[in-house]
């Protein structure tokens, strides 16, 4: 339905694979690599790169854009996601996505109206949706919100 990410597993979690035993899963090194990387977005300082108060809308898309979502989930490589993409990509965590973002999130996201969402209106419209007091900035406080959505039970995982 929609691609298939690829990367490489850290050098630490390859050589657990070898060292591990007959028992040891590669399902469990995928499991353990996705939760660092889970840990990392999670992780206000990954995001707020000048060190400044806040989390920008460029800062959110550098940090955000390594978990390669819009990337995966753009089944037809056009630059843009459909709701149907969207769909697919998020699978079973919809409910949890709208209920962060509300029932009418594509339509706000589609700030073009062109039916269908921009790499740039994606990146805008998820830092906009956290940035709970409209300054542009995604504070600590409001940050919590997103760590909650990268965590274990989040809307937001990568499969």
Same mark, same amino acid.
């Given at each position: 339905?929609?691609?298939?990410?690829?990367?490489?597993?850290?050098?630490?979690?390859?050589?657990?694979?070898?060292?591990?035993?007959?028992?040891?899963?590669?399902?469990?090194?995928?499991?353990?690599?996705?939760?660092?990387?889970?840990?990392?977005?999670?992780?206000?300082?990954?995001?707020?790169?000048?060190?400044?108060?806040?989390?920008?809308?460029?800062?959110?898309?550098?940090?955000?854009?390594?978990?390669?979502? #819009?990337? *995966? /989930? &753009?089944? +037809?490589?056009? $630059?843009?996601?459909?709701?149907? !993409?969207?769909?697919? %990509? @998020?699978?079973?965590?919809?409910?949890?996505?709208?209920?962060?973002?509300?029932?009418?999130? #594509?339509? *706000? /996201? &589609?700030? +073009?109206?062109? $039916?269908?969402?921009?790499?740039? !209106?994606?990146?805008? %419209? @998820?830092?906009?949706?956290?940035?709970?007091?409209?300054?542009?900035?995604?504070?600590?406080?409001?940050?919590?919100?997103?760590?909650?959505?990268? $965590?274990?039970?989040?809307?937001? !995982?990568?499969?």
């Amino acid at each position: 339905m929609f691609k298939t990410m690829t990367g490489a597993l850290a050098a630490s979690t390859f050589a657990l694979t070898l060292i591990a035993g007959p028992g040891y899963a590669l399902d469990e090194a995928a499991e353990t690599a996705k939760a660092a990387g889970r840990a990392q977005m999670a992780d206000y300082s990954a995001f707020d790169s000048d060190g400044t108060p806040g989390i920008s809308s460029a800062e959110f898309r550098a940090a955000f854009q390594r978990n390669q979502a #819009f990337a *995966t /989930w &753009d089944d +037809d490589d056009d $630059g843009n996601l459909t709701k149907a !993409e969207f769909e697919a %990509g @998020l699978g079973n965590r919809q409910e949890r996505f709208e209920q962060r973002f509300g029932e009418n999130w #594509f339509e *706000t /996201w &589609d700030e +073009d109206g062109s $039916g269908a969402v921009s790499e740039t !209106e994606y990146y805008e %419209g @998820l830092h906009g949706s956290y940035d709970a007091n409209r300054d542009g900035m995604i504070d600590e406080p409001e940050y919590s919100s997103f760590g909650q959505d990268m $965590g274990e039970d989040g809307w937001f !995982e990568i499969e």
